[in-house]
């Protein structure tokens, strides 16, 4: 059969030739619709990674610290925690000035160690940042000093003072729309190391409630 005669075969279907390329065209259209739906079909995660749960931030006034309760633990206003001695009046003043004005307190005391958390609401996370930032600013005025205090998460920031009678760690950060300070205070001063030591476990319990965000 020559050149021509192939496509006047295709054109008038003589010896059955047109129907077995329609049909298969047709096979063909099948598996490239297949293909396509294979490609673009089923479960999202196959093209493109998950994105990740969200953080559950949980009551400050449920966690559970170890050693023995301190009985002024509770949610109060800043004047109020003035008057259980919670907070000094300076520290008060340097909150108020920052935007603070309540709070969820949670202390312990174990032997010569006390445990501290301190949670401050805000009004959504935009502002517990700035809180957050604040807080920290507030706590270098009463000159405790910038620290590194290594296993604590990144966006905890640390500071401390060290002295014969009392020694204090404490890390700041921010947990949704709560800015939260953690802090562990030895009296009298005992090995730095072992103090950082506690800090990291307090994070890490209070962050199963308020994890850093």
């Known amino acids: 059969m020559q050149g021509h005669e192939v496509f006047a075969v295709a054109a008038d279907g003589t010896g059955g ?3 077995r390329v329609l049909v298969a065209l047709g096979a063909l259209v099948v598996i490239a619709g297949l293909v396509w739906w294979l490609a673009f079909s089923g479960d999202p995660g196959d093209r493109q990674q ?15 610290l170890p050693g023995t309760p301190d009985p002024r633990s509770g949610t109060m206003s800043l004047s109020q925690a003035q008057s259980a001695n919670v907070f000094s009046a300076r520290e008060v003043g340097l909150l108020s000035a920052v935007g603070v004005n309540a709070v969820t ?7 010569t160690t006390a445990y501290l958390v301190q949670a401050f609401p805000n009004s959504d996370a935009a502002a517990a940042a700035t809180t957050t930032t604040g807080v920290l600013d507030a706590n270098r005025k009463l000159s405790f000093a910038d620290k590194e205090v290594e296993g604590l998460p990144p966006a905890a920031r ?5 002295g014969p009678k009392s020694s204090l760690a404490r890390a700041v950060y921010t947990a949704g729309t709560w800015t939260v300070q ?16 506690q800090l990291r476990t307090l994070v890490e319990t209070v962050g199963k409630t308020l994890p850093v965000t």
């Open 17 to 19: 030739n047109r129907n």
């Open 50 to 64: 998950a994105a990740p749960p969200a953080v559950q931030v949980g009551d400050p006034a449920t966690i559970t």
């Open 105 to 111: 307190y949670v202390g312990s005391y174990e032997g």
């Open 158 to 162: 640390a500071v401390g003072t060290q």
């Open 182 to 197: 953690v802090s562990v205070l030895q009296s009298p001063s005992g090995d730095p190391a072992v103090l950082d030591e």
